[in-house]
């Protein structure tokens, strides 16, 4: 469970990124979160990742209260998160057997696990015969994949993906969503920010949009009558939902 309670958060510099947000995101759920640039949704993930710290209200994430979370005490609720980024963010002088198991590496894991971790993995992700290839011999959609093996290999409980097919053309953009949608299918909770309109309007999702700081819909309420909300894509000004 994620939940945001009165959440507000204010820059040393007086600009005013979140401004009262009140979430709820349910274990198991696929929750897409869509704005403008500087609506807020990157200070949104990253409160969820403990790189920001609220600065009114209380964020609870897997029964943790991040205000009061020791610093020494981040690395290890870090564990169970994985974060996807628009950039892949690999390491080029690896192989993709070895960037994965770089993130087992970090948490001390065993040899014998990374070796019985990793291939299961791969097979998962799809790149069971690209595991020799280094990052450079990989298509754009292969890196992703990497980047979402990578993000999935310590069974994170929360899945964080920041534009995760922002550099992917329409074939591949696609295969990385329905590995997403199949990874929530196992039970993990799903958190996207994307700029398109066609990923989200076709996925059926839940979607919680972003104007200002503010939440200014969600389709994950019910309004009066039983219905849920419409997305109000009029806020939205980003690339593909003009």
């Known amino acids: 469970m994620i939940e945001f309670r009165n959440v507000s958060k204010t820059y040393e510099t007086g600009n005013r990124a979140l401004r009262n947000i009140t979430l709820r995101i349910k274990d ?4 897409f979160v869509v704005g403008r640039s500087g609506s807020g ?4 993930m ?3 990742t403990r ?11 897997n029964g943790k209260d991040l205000n009061t979370l020791r610093p020494r005490d981040i690395p290890r609720y870090r564990r169970g998160l994985g ?5 892949f963010r690999l390491l080029n002088d690896r192989n993709v057997y ?6 087992q590496r970090v948490i001390g894991a065993s040899a014998g696990k990374i ?12 790149l069971s015969a690209k595991y020799k290839n280094m990052p450079n011999q990989l298509s754009g959609g292969e890196q992703q994949r990497v980047a979402i093996a990578r993000a999935l290999i310590n069974q994170p409980s929360v899945i964080l993906a920041d534009e995760p097919t922002g550099n992917l053309d329409e074939k591949n953009s696609e295969e990385i969503m329905n590995l997403l949608y199949e990874i929530n299918a196992m039970g993990t909770t799903v958190i996207v920010i994307t700029h398109s309109r066609e990923i989200v309007e076709a996925s059926g999702k839940r979607v919680v ?21 419409t997305v109000p894509w009029e806020y939205d000004y980003g690339e593909g939902m003009k």
């Open 83 to 87: 974060v996807i980024f628009q950039d």
């Open 98 to 103: 070895e960037n994965i198991a770089f993130a």
């Open 115 to 126: 070796r019985e971790n990793v291939p299961k993995i791969l097979r998962l992700t799809g």
């Open 41 to 44: 949704k990157s200070t949104l």
């Open 28 to 31: 198991g759920e696929f929750v």
């Open 46 to 48: 990253k409160l969820i």
């Open 51 to 61: 790189e920001l710290k609220a600065t009114e209200g209380s964020l609870i994430v």
């Open 209 to 229: 949009v972003m104007n200002k700081g503010r939440i200014v819909s969600d389709s994950g309420k019910q309004a009066a009558g039983g219905e849920a909300e």
